[in-house]
């Protein structure tokens, strides 16, 4: 089975709008992290916000923002305000124990003037 | 502060060459590493990691082998590359108090 599942191959959003890049994730583990990571076209992988498995509240980085939702296993990535340099690659990943990172297929992002 | 050093940035192979990409990692001990490799447009596979000297868990069975020979060294390898072997591979690496994994540059392979 996917570790971690990435629904939408690819997204548009008008500059300035937020938008949401869905992840769902399958593990077993009691403790594990959740990252998103934005890969530019340089390939460069850029990590953006992390979620641990205990932690209560929602991540936010910025304009970033994690939406966890342990019950439903969702780790949604918010992006407000966006701006014509995010427009890249975004990928999901947990960590599951202290070990292994898994990645999603990613969601390519297209911002729109 | 921890940097990441992956070389070189491309490289293009004839079939049935062998093949050693090389990874190092600087300001941090007992760093856990990764090596992934990424086909074009998709998203990225775990090859390998190591959780110390020596110690190599692969995690697909592939033309390709890695080796921890120091302790912040990580080698991927192969005997004779396939085609299927083309790829971007990229070294990451994770630890102390940060939970994310860092990565290095990437590899661009081309087999032909």
């Known amino acids: 089975a996917q570790k971690i599942t990435q629904t939408q191959p690819g997204m548009f959003v008008q500059e300035k709008e937020a938008v949401t890049l869905d992840c769902t994730y399958d593990t077993s583990d009691p403790s594990y992290g959740l990252f998103w990571y934005k890969q530019p076209s340089s390939g460069e992988m850029i990590f953006l916000i992390y979620q641990g498995s205990y932690d209560q509240q929602n991540a936010t980085e910025g304009r970033y923002s994690l939406n966890f939702q342990k019950a439903r296993k969702s780790a949604n990535l918010v992006i407000s305000a966006s701006q014509l340099g995010d427009s890249a690659m975004y990928f999901c990943a947990m960590r599951e124990g202290f070990n292994k990172f898994y990645f999603g297929s990613g969601t390519k992002l297209n911002v729109k003037p | 502060s921890q940097t990441i050093h992956q070389w070189p940035a491309t490289l293009v192979q004839p079939v049935g060459s062998p093949l050693s990409l090389e990874c190092t990692v600087e300001g941090t001990s007992n760093p856990n590493l990764y090596w992934y490799r990424q086909a074009a447009g998709r998203g990225l596979q775990l090859l390998f990691y190591?959780?110390?000297?020596?110690?190599i868990s692969s995690e697909v069975p592939q033309n390709l082998s890695a080796s921890r020979p120091q302790d912040r060294q990580f080698i991927l390898s192969s005997k004779k590359l396939l085609l299927s072997d083309s790829g971007f591979y990229l070294c990451?690496?994770?630890?102390?108090?940060?939970?994310?994994?860092?990565f290095g540059q990437g590899t661009r392979l081309t087999v032909v």
């Open positions: 990451a690496w994770s630890g102390g108090q940060r939970a994310e994994a860092f």
């Open positions: 190591s959780v110390g000297i020596g110690q």
